[in-house]
């Protein structure tokens, strides 16, 4: 069964302390992972694709990478306005026609205190 | 602007009272797609659309429907609403089907009594 976990649920840092959140996946033929950002009563702000072992994007102070079996979102030096909850999804390889639908982990929640 | 817009962004009603839940987007987008977000249980697929006339079930589909006549907008409707769809729906869309992102809708809060 394709699964998506991420860690910490929460997280609290220090405006400057940078740190990394996880998302690891299971998944049956991986077509593509996404990252998202979303803030308290709205939708999901795209933020980054990966498609293969290796890749990494990056934007502003955020940097994202992937393994075969996990990805990395990376803050650097965060600011309170980076305060979210970051989202990891993955879609699957399917066959016989059907796109694979996208599968969400259930997010980590960023605090960034001044 | 490129957006995807949803309407209500809030309703609250009973058990068994059909209701729709429009979705417009302005992006050509051939992909669309529903979600529902659960604490807990984070965001979950319904239903999606790769193009006119084409849709398909995602993880949660009971007690759900949906329709895509036109490329702009893809409705959800609730036939017979009940308290365990209170939730809050998103709208998403994309250029394609493929591994694309997806752009999101503000959100639905719908509470069932």
């Known amino acids: 069964e394709d699964q998506v976990t991420q860690s910490p649920e929460a997280l609290r840092l220090q405006e400057g302390e940078s740190s990394s959140l996880n998302c690891s996946y299971t998944?049956?033929?991986?077509?593509?992972l996404f990252w998202y950002r979303q803030d308290p009563g709205k939708g999901p702000e795209f933020l980054f694709t990966?498609?293969?072992a290796g890749e990494e994007k990056e934007k502003e102070r955020l940097k994202a990478t992937l393994t075969k079996k996990e990805s990395f979102l990376h803050i650097t030096a965060p600011k309170p306005e980076d305060s979210a909850t970051y989202l990891c999804?993955?879609?699957?390889?399917?066959?016989?026609?059907?796109?694979?639908?996208?599968?969400f982990g259930k997010g980590t929640k960023l605090s960034v205190k001044p | 602007e490129a957006q995807v817009t949803q309407n209500p962004r809030y309703l609250i009603t009973v058990t068994g009272k059909k209701l729709t839940v429009t979705c417009s987007q302005n992006m050509n987008h051939e992909y669309m797609s529903w979600y529902r977000q659960d604490p807990g249980l984070g965001l979950r697929q319904i239903y999606y659309s790769m193009n006119v006339e084409v849709t398909d079930k995602g993880d949660v589909p009971e007690g759900y429907k949906v329709s895509r006549k036109e490329k702009r907008n893809f409705p959800l409707i609730l036939e017979s609403p009940s308290p365990n769809q209170t939730s809050l729906y998103f709208c998403?869309?994309?250029?394609?089907?493929?591994?694309?992102?997806?752009?999101f809708g503000p959100g639905t809060r719908l509470t069932v009594t």
């Open positions: 998944v049956s033929g991986l077509r593509g």
């Open positions: 998403a869309s994309s250029h394609s089907g493929g591994a694309r992102e997806q752009y």
């Open positions: 999804a993955v879609q699957a390889r399917r066959y016989g026609g059907s796109q694979g639908n996208l599968i």
């Open positions: 990966l498609y293969s």
